[in-house]
């Protein structure tokens, strides 16, 4: 049997169906599948047979059974065997699985030897990828190898009919892992409970740097705006969104709607950190996420965190233990010197963390979608409908992820995050290690993007040396990657893609983000594009959205024109130099950005000006636009056909907006209108080119479709015009599924 068979109680659940059925035999993992014998009458042996399939434990998924039949041997008991190393075969690895009912029910059980126990874990739930060295997954080959079981966790251990038969992190108070509370310098903190001393600094207002499953969280009082503008000067995080641990479900409905599919979400084993809408009247700050409609929501999913929120009774923000873009900190050492100027106490324990693990973020519209893929679902394979060549993909410089490919499987790495620094760098290299150990795969082939500076393409460059390296166009991979998350598209099907995000290297060496093309898995034709403006400064005009602006207007109305009666402020030496930039074509490249262009919009209404994150400009102009979407006036644009390529010209939308700004208009007005917009851009050039290419079928892809009232309204628009619409679901839209299509566009790559 081959799948996510191992470290999921795959084998005892065999032991007792064997015994059920009166078979005798044995099973064993090996390095590539879990094999079993049993030996018996023909129809025990086929009620045997299939449920294997049906009864498996939840956490198991089958890929393939392959049976064959042989003579009786005479075996007189069924037993479990020792695992076999095999050369060169390999396994899937389970993810890290949230708390389960049943451990939770000891932890809060006074009786229970495991009571309080912030380490308690069986077959069925806690750390599985984070600790594991190499497969076969035994206990010598994770991080739990050091802690030596006392003999009733070994009996369990040893007990086929125990649920923590062979749970590899099997532990408990007298013989597992333990907890420890030291101040910012290190120095142990004496106290006779850790737990209850880390709630009682929660309370105070402190800052704790709490240590998980896949590294740290910077932890406070979600109610207290003190603590958290405290937290988000040490952090240098002053506007992005904090995402908040509560205890229960009954909890987030105090706090957040909620539908049926985000409860599912937030409950299953995975556990992931939702985007809920947020109740006016809840007491958690507004400082938790500025300006935002949206709260990023995730239950406790480990023991600790069951007994810290039962222990404070507070909504905790838990976030990423990092600096700014830097990888999240996972060792304890570690932590200390990269988070001391942050955190005012740590609570560490002494169980090694083997790979950093982010925790996932998921949106729920018509249906769940990923917004980041990392704990409880890497490294989980992407299925392929073909057998793929051992290829390694780089990915993008934002939202960095890797992909591996071998066989029916595309290993797609858990987020590594921005490729901006050496410690980012550093995570990916390593990462990157693991799954090619793991996986028994020797890439034979490496794509990257076509950006030559960005460090993931760098690292390619020097890793592919001997070795055929592939450029792949960063929007064409964007389409794939949703082409391989809607399983009935096919090698040959061609769509037409909509690509909309903030940047991407374009094949005439011009910042694409606006993009229409026909594509399939191979190739693709670019057909239509929002029409090319500079970017004055460059990263610049990113950073401060009125300059983007200035670009448009400058650009598309005239170097003449006037900013009376806009908010846009730029001093008078930065607005001659931009209009010099823009003139002169100095540090302005041209780009054809979605993103940018919303940017542009938002400051122009004056919504954001300049950003603290990443696509702030853009989110918060969506917040502002009023829930009932339905009737809306929109801006005038016009396509225009240049050089056999559609373009959208953009001077008639920009000048409208002026007008609305100018007869004092309110920003969600404008807000509303300028999406209505957009969705018809979308819906409108996608008509033409079905007119001319016959092709009924549309892939959204890019960051910018990250946007719910985009997505719900240029789905809507396209499924009035009658095309079929295809959408994220596993995979990242934004940079995170980048790597994905890369190794699908490289497998089919002429070489």
Request: aromatic share 8%; hydrophobic share 35%.
């Amino acid at each position: 049997m081959r799948g996510v068979v191992q470290g999921v109680g795959f084998r005892p659940f065999v032991y007792r169906l064997a015994h059920e059925h009166g078979l005798k035999g044995w099973v064993r993992n090996t390095s590539g599948s879990v094999d079993i014998e049993v030996e018996g009458k023909g129809e025990p042996i086929n009620s045997f047979l299939s449920d294997l399939k049906t009864k498996a434990p939840p956490m198991a998924h089958i890929e393939t059974v392959k049976a064959t039949f042989h003579s009786p041997k005479g075996y007189t008991q069924f037993q479990i065997e020792p695992s076999l190393s095999r050369e060169g075969q390999y396994q899937l690895v389970s993810p890290d699985i949230a708390t389960c009912d049943e451990c939770k029910q000891e932890i809060f059980s006074p009786t229970d030897r495991r009571f309080g126990y912030p380490f308690t874990n069986c077959t069925n739930c806690g750390p599985r990828f984070t600790i594991i060295k190499d497969i076969p997954y035994d206990r010598p080959k994770t991080t739990m190898h050091k802690f030596k079981m006392c003999p009733q966790c070994r009996r369990e251990y040893t007990d086929p009919l125990d649920r923590r038969f062979h749970a590899q992190p099997n532990a408990c108070p007298k013989c597992g892992p333990s907890l420890e509370l030291v101040d910012g310098g290190g120095k142990p903190v004496k106290c006779r409970d850790v737990i209850k001393s880390a709630s009682r600094l929660l309370k105070e207002g402190k800052i704790l740097a709490i240590k998980g499953l896949g590294g740290f969280h910077l932890a406070c009082d979600a109610t207290s705006q003190a603590a958290i503008n405290t937290l988000r000067a040490r952090k240098r995080r002053q506007g992005k969104p904090l995402a908040v641990m509560l205890s229960t479900i009954e909890e987030i409905k105090k706090h957040c709607l909620l539908s049926a599919e985000e409860r599912k979400l937030l409950e299953s084993p995975q556990c992931p950190i939702v985007l809920l809408r947020w109740k006016h009247g809840s007491n958690i700050s507004p400082a938790v996420a500025p300006k935002l409609k949206y709260l990023g929501v995730m239950l406790p999913y480990t023991p600790l965190h069951h007994i810290l929120l039962s222990e404070t009774g507070l909504p905790l923000v838990m976030t990423s233990g990092n600096i700014s873009e830097e990888p999240i900190a996972k060792d304890n050492d570690e932590a200390l010197r990269r988070l001391g100027g942050i955190a005012d106490y740590f609570l560490v324990h002494n169980r090694d963390i083997y790979s950093r693990y982010d925790d996932s973020v998921y949106i729920v519209e018509s249906a769940p979608q990923v917004v980041r893929r990392a704990r409880g679902y890497a490294p989980y394979p992407i299925f392929l409908p073909f057998k793929a060549k051992q290829i390694l993909a780089c990915g993008a410089e934002l939202k960095n992820t890797f992909c591996l490919t071998k066989d029916e499987h595309a290993f797609l790495s858990q987020h590594i995050g921005d490729m901006e620094n050496e410690e980012t760098l550093g995570h990916f290299e390593n990462t990157i290690e693991l799954y090619k150990k793991l996986f028994r795969l020797e890439p034979e082939v490496i794509a990257h993007d076509m950006h030559p500076d960005y460090l993931a393409t760098r690292y390619a460059l020097e890793a592919g040396v001997g070795l055929k390296l592939i450029p792949v166009q960063h929007h064409h991979a964007h389409i794939v990657s949703c082409l391989l998350d809607n399983k009935d598209n096919k090698v040959e099907n061609q769509v037409i893609g909509v690509a909309l995000d903030g940047t991407g290297y374009g094949s005439d060496g011009n910042i694409w983000g606006g993009e229409f093309l026909t594509a399939d898995w191979r190739s693709f034709e670019r057909v239509g594009h929002l029409e090319y403006v500079p970017l004055p400064g460059g990263e610049a005009a990113i950073r401060k959205p009125y300059r983007m602006a200035l670009g448009y207007l400058y650009s598309l109305l005239g170097e003449d024109f006037s900013l009376e009666g806009l908010p846009l402020k730029p001093g008078p030496t930065e607005l001659e130099v931009i209009k010099q930039q823009i003139e002169r074509g100095i540090n302005s490249p041209l780009t054809s950005s979605a993103g940018r262009l919303f940017d542009a919009v938002s400051a122009l209404s004056g919504v954001r000006g300049e950003i603290d994150y990443e696509a702030q400009a853009v989110i918060e102009l969506e917040m502002l636009a009023p829930g009932e979407i339905e009737k809306s006036e929109s801006y005038p644009f016009a396509i225009v056909e240049e050089e056999g390529v559609r373009v959208v010209k953009l001077k008639e939308l920009l000048s409208a907006v002026v007008k609305d700004v100018r007869n004092q208009t309110p920003a969600p007005v404008i807000s509303l209108r300028f999406h209505h917009t957009m969705a018809e851009i979308i819906a409108g050039m996608c008509k033409l080119i079905a007119e001319d290419s016959g092709i009924k079928q549309v892939a959204l892809s890019g960051g910018v479709f990250q946007n719910r009232l985009l997505l719900k309204l240029a789905t809507a628009a396209l499924k009035r015009e009658g095309f079929d619409v295809l959408t994220h679901h596993l995979v990242p839209c934004n940079d995170g599924g980048i790597s994905l299509g890369q190794a699908v566009i490289a497998n089919f790559a002429r070489i």
